[in-house]
């Protein structure tokens, strides 16, 4: 079972920057797709941003050019730096990690932009 814990959510104002952070568990963290999904009141929930164990990343079209996800192995984190955010950011964010069979999601932290 691999735990994972997110931190860093806030509240922001437009145009705002924040970083979040999620920590893994477990030993085989360098193997894990690690993606980033949201979901605001009332919506479905989307995938954000991923990086595969090489380090691919790929992202949602309305965050291309702000978000950038990266990822320490040393560290067992993945992290999503977030800039130029914008209101329609506003969601729960929440941490994914995928190996095998196994599909494994953090609590979430809430990010809220607004003035």
């Known amino acids: 079972q691999v735990q994972l814990v997110e931190s860093g959510g806030g509240l922001v104002q437009p145009g705002g920057s924040l970083r979040l952070s999620c920590a893994a568990s477990?030993?085989?963290?360098?193997?894990?797709?690690m993606s980033w999904y949201r979901q605001a009141p009332g919506k479905q929930r989307e995938l954000v941003a991923a990086i595969t164990a090489s380090g691919t990343t790929n992202y949602a079209d309305s965050v291309k050019g702000r978000f950038t996800i990266s990822r320490d192995n040393s560290k067992n984190t993945v992290y999503l730096q977030m800039n130029s955010l914008k209101p329609e950011d506003t969601a729960v964010y929440c941490c994914n990690a995928r190996w095998g069979t196994g599909n494994w999601w953090g609590q979430g932290t809430q990010v809220t932009v607004s003035s």
């Open positions: 477990g030993s085989s963290f360098s193997f894990y797709l």
